[in-house]
């Protein structure tokens, strides 16, 4: 594996808890209205009451059920989070991480109404995997989750992000998370990579592989070795995140994502 550099997320400790809250905002109290407005009216290329964003995009035929699994392989680059205070997280004094591993389940699924449809939705929750195996060496070994131990978001089938929930020290049952994102695929406050996979507010084109940080390409070529050789479609954003989704794999989250958060590949579906 070629040398990875540390990272500055110089997030302290007060700074994280901060993004956790107080606890006192558990996952079942609803999300205030604003929070969910401010994200509708999003879908420029979309019937906003026809099937669901996986099908009118063409990248599946379903949507997402309860169990699906994937693991992503998550490389930090500097943020707004990363200030230099009393306690530095993840290193200090350099721009970019070595590589994390993590989990994503879909927990829950449901239906609920989004202006005047009645959607489907799921739950999603985040959390740091455990890397094992031959591959393990590839990620670092510097944990997340003793700060925040895991992100559940739930969207609906239109891809729009519906509210978050964080589990952190200072929360450990829970703190909802102001949404602040319309068109970004990072919507909230956590050092989980939480990307909303938005294909339909965003125009695509076919593209070939896309080139990744050297210390990324080293993990995915160990644990999905044809990568390269898949068709993608490519979505920029008008903030400039950027996404690629493989073609005719069968997977409901994208390849690759690369916003101010930093670079996500998929390395695992299921």
Known sequence: MRAASRVLCAVSVSGLIACGGDGTNPPNTPAPAANVSAVKSDCPDCDPAGANAFVQAGLGSGFYAL??????AF???QTPMAEKRDEVFLGSDVATSEVFLFDYVVTATDRDVFDNVLR???TVSISQAVPGGPDAGLFSPE????HEQRLDFTLNDLLEPVSEVLYSRRAPHGK???LDGKSSLQTGASLFPHTIPRVLAAGAVDAVAPELPADLADVVDAMDSGWRD??????????GDVVYWAVQRGQL???YA???????ALVAWN
Request: glycine content about 6%; hydrophobic content about 30%; aromatic content about 18%.
């Open 253 to 255: 989250w994208p390849f």
């Open 67 to 72: 169990g699906d699994h994937w693991q992503v």
């Open 143 to 146: 944990r997340i989750d003793r």
């Open 258 to 264: 690369h916003t101010r958060q930093g670079h996500a």
């Open 75 to 77: 490389r930090y680059t």
């Open 120 to 122: 489907q939705t799921a």
């Open 176 to 178: 909802r998370v102001r």
């Open 230 to 239: 898949a068709a993608y479609r490519r979505y920029t954003f008008d903030n």
